[in-house]
């Protein structure tokens, strides 16, 4: 007992000079937690609080550690930042103590760890890195002109998703949003605005493969075409060459059920179809036709199965509206399953049809066909309240999986279907639909649809990397993902313009802090971090100085620590707060939001494969199309430069082609930036140009269009100054008690078409509270546009313009308003010019916070025009907002006016000239000029809507009323019939006017006037 005594008062008195605890006394720790603080909040500009919790200080090894709480681990770590904490903080340290070797540790990690890798000019850590070699990717398209993407995302496989969607909640026998209707949009259908639209079209142009758990494609119309059975106007064939066609041994894709119950699984009701592959001999191919309802672009999806002598080269080619496009399938992965290949444009009565060969480059292996499926379809899954009870309370992502009480109805409900479009349901009927065992979306056991949700999302990408060289010891699909994404916007209110801004979180601590693979889960915080960084800088640099960034939360919400593969859970904004989503609505912020969080994924990939990266280009700018011939017309363009990416230079352009209504074709290659181009007279030729590189490809320019008659009347140029998307109208009060959007002002553009708006805001008072989502307090908003597609600014009105020029015997060519202003492109050529105006207005986004875009005229244009009319020629302008852009807007000029008077000989008389949608031509000396029109006035899916489209007048002498507002008689539209030239000035815009075949009458009426 004695021994014992004294051996551990030995080991004491040893603990005390080696490890001397009493030697940072709290007033220096007081000091070091001061400037820990002060970094906190001098990189993030908001408050927190970082203190030390405890250190350790070795006296012999002459070492000192301090551990500070996890709100240091909150910042974005460099090397400089790190280098400055150990700087500064050496110098509080004590005595002797400063001269010891200082560690300094938050959320369990040595501050230094906390750089990712991509920031690190050494000592990488190997540990972090999972970057698995794949020769063959899940899908290839063989007809992309751009070729691979090298420096881009090639070769590379990325899960995502968007928040939330509608469900069944069983507690109340419905279904509903699993967010509150706020500021004319639901957060279930408003990330998807930017993951839809934006982030899978940029990740995919830089070559990667993007799998959802959630429907993509927003057609409500779904074909299934299946050998055991398809949809009605389609046909499955069968042609067998040198080897045939039989059954799989497993079961397949079928669709015997117009819904689904709970565990019902549509991949295993069927059969599928096998057959050999062939090097050289006679193919064997399955045709799988089918006829659309109507023209439109629809995704299209394949299933087969994957087995163990699959092929990775299954040859499938989409025939469509504008040719044939190849791709090859790696059917070695992903089978069971619905694989996305594209979208493409069908028409009805056309000769659409998916074709699979058995053509490979190795002969003997196995080509699987099961089904294709065309377009988004309805939700067919049916729910309703489990029989053997529900779970009463919904778990939050972040909180522990435990089962809560439940509860049984006494309501004998039947199963019901949402009766929505299946891309607004959640992710855990479109896993069904998509043959996903029950076993990764069914978590709660049938017991609670909400959990089972955002549970199952990263269960479902584990599934998907099961098998492969990320997941390799787990069952699944054996896709090698490199990592997962899950988009969300968050909740909480702040008064005013205070912006709640941008969070991310991740998670490490689990199983050990590594993936099943060993790899080390700080990979997620590398990620978190390059993308937050960049939508902070790319969102400060082009909408908003003040843009808040949030902290980096290591947490433990199930889709951040479920994935065994790097992830983010990205909280982007407050959909709750307004000034948050005064840019959350505009579609320009949308685009940069996306582009950063792709610039992000881009840099992560390139630090985990130690490969260089180059940034896909920026849309081209300054666009024109004009004859250089009878039958020829030369394209030119300037890139637009990417002054935050000095990689992001196009090396060569893509040209896509189409003639008169069909589709775009594949495209051909061009290395400069103009090309020169064969046509057909009488018809319409219409162009697009996508910039390219090795990172990838850029979305799309505007779309110009050119028609050369056979009999042509004259030349006409057509202008595109349209270029506008935006948010809603906006407004706040001086004393800030009311705010909100008011879409009986503007509704905004929408880029191409927005699929998440669900109605009106009607609360507008701001100290109205949320309740439930039922009752959403400030910003609540109806629910009568839901899953209404709404149509924008196509950046396609050349086309439609051209044909009622072409129907009145008129050639045309078209161009950008910017290749006029920048000289690309003189007026002086054409007799006649259509200036687009569309919505275009000189607007700001938010609060202003960045100078306004988009007005109608600038003072270079204004002296071009001026030029023009008084050399002889005519112009034709219309718009919604043609005359309040000079008269109604603050920033506007007496220049402004004088010049719309002098020149085009009009004046504003009301900016809200009417509201009913209808105009009638007016007595005038212009015999042509006849007829009733109407525009589309509401949002709808066909044209964006003019709300109030504007009453001028005439000014000065020869200048007439051609047509008026039915409901009112004010002024619509005017000409003036001068000496030297003539103007007319629509205050509607032409290609809002319902119907085509209206749409040229109005236009050959003017046209005559014109001549």
Known sequence: MKKTTLVTTFIFLCSISIFGQQAIDNTYRIKINAFLTNVYYETLHSKATVQIDSTAVNNRKKTVELYVNPALSYLPMRENTVRHIYDSVRQYLPGQIKKYRLAIYSDKQEISNLIPNFYRTAHKDKSRIIAPKVKTPLVTNLSDPAGKAGKGLANNHIALWQSHGYYYEQKLGRWEWQRARIFQTVEDLYTQSYVVPFLVPMLENAGANVLLPRERDYNKTELIIDNDGSSPATAYRETSGSEAWRNTENPGFANPKKVYLDGENPFGMGSARQVKTVAKGKESVVEWSFDVPQKGTYGVYVAYQSTKNSADDACYTVHHAGGETRFAVNQQMGGGTWIFLGYFPFEPGKENKVVLSNKSRKAGRTIVADAVKVGGGMGNIARMPNVRGFESVNAKSSESATRTQTSVTAIPYSPETSGYPRYAEGSRYWQQWAGIPDSIYNRSEGKNDYTDDYASRGVWVNYLAGGSPVLPKAEGLKIPIDLAFAFHSDAGTLWGDSIVGTLGIYMTHFNDERFENGTSRQASRDLTELIMQQITDDVRRNFEPDWTRRPMWNRSYAEARTPNVPTMLLELLSHQNFADMRYGLDPAFRFTVSRAVYKGM??????????????????????????????????????????????????????????????????????????????????????????????????????????????????????????????????????????????????????????????????????????????????????????????????????????????????????????????????????????????????????????????????????????????????????????????????????????????????????????????????????????????????????????????????????????????????????????????????????????????????????????
């Not at 920033?891 to 004088?898: E, G, P």
């Not at 006849?930 to 709300?947: F, I, L, Q, W």
């Open 602 to 1011: 881009l840099k992560f990939i390139a630090s985990q494969y130690n490969r260089p990266y180059v940034v896909q280009p920026l849309p081209v700018k300054d666009f024109a199309a004009a004859f250089s011939g009878d039958t020829e017309v030369e394209l030119s363009w300037q890139p637009t430069p990417d002054p935050s990416e000095p990689s992001a230079q196009p090396a060569k352009y893509i040209v896509y082609t189409r003639i008169d209504g069909g589709g775009f074709d594949n495209g051909i290659v061009v290395t400069s930036a103009q090309c020169k181009l064969p046509i057909e007279k009488d018809k319409i030729y219409s162009y697009r140009v996508v910039a390219a590189n090795d990172g990838g490809k850029s979305f799309p320019s505007e779309i110009l269009s050119v028609c050369r008659r056979s009999n042509q009347k004259s030349e006409a140029l057509i202008v595109n100054g349209f270029t506008r998307v935006s948010a809603p109208f906006s407004f706040t009060t001086t004393n800030d008690s009311i705010a909100g959007f008011a879409g009986i002002v503007d509704n905004g553009v929408p880029y191409i078409s927005d699929h998440h708006f669900t109605g009106q805001m009607h609360e507008f008072r701001r100290v109205i509270p949320w309740m439930d989502d039922d009752a959403a307090g400030f910003g609540d908003s109806n629910a009568d546009y839901e899953t209404t597609e709404i149509a924008g600014n196509t950046f396609d009105y050349p086309y439609v313009h051209g044909q009622g020029f072409a129907e009145a015997g008129y050639s045309f060519v078209s161009c950008s308003a910017a290749a006029v202003e920048n000289g690309t492109v003189s007026l002086s050529k054409y007799r006649l010019v259509d200036w687009i105006l569309g919505k275009q207005r000189e607007w700001s986004v938010a609060r202003g916070a960045m100078p306004p875009k988009y007005k109608t005229f600038s003072p270079e244009i204004q002296e071009i025009v001026t030029d023009y009319c008084n050399g002889g020629g005519n112009i034709l302008i219309s718009g919604a907002f043609v005359g309040s852009d000079f008269w109604d807007n603050p920033r506007a000029t007496d220049r402004d006016r004088n010049w719309a008077e002098q020149t085009l000989k009009f004046k504003l008389r009301n900016s809200n000239g009417a509201v009913a949608g209808k105009i009638k031509s007016a007595a005038s000396p212009f015999a042509s000029i006849v007829g009733n029109y109407e525009y589309y006035n509401t949002p709808n899916s066909e044209s964006y809507a003019v709300e109030h489209p504007e009453a001028i007048e005439p000014a000065g002498n020869n200048a007439y009323t051609v047509f008026r507002y039915a409901e009112n008689n004010r002024s619509a539209g005017i000409i003036f019939k001068g000496e030297k030239y003539r103007s007319c000035v629509l205050g509607f815009p032409i290609e809002a006017i319902k119907d085509q075949h209206k749409k040229n009458e109005l236009i050959g009426g003017i046209l005559k006037a014109m001549e």
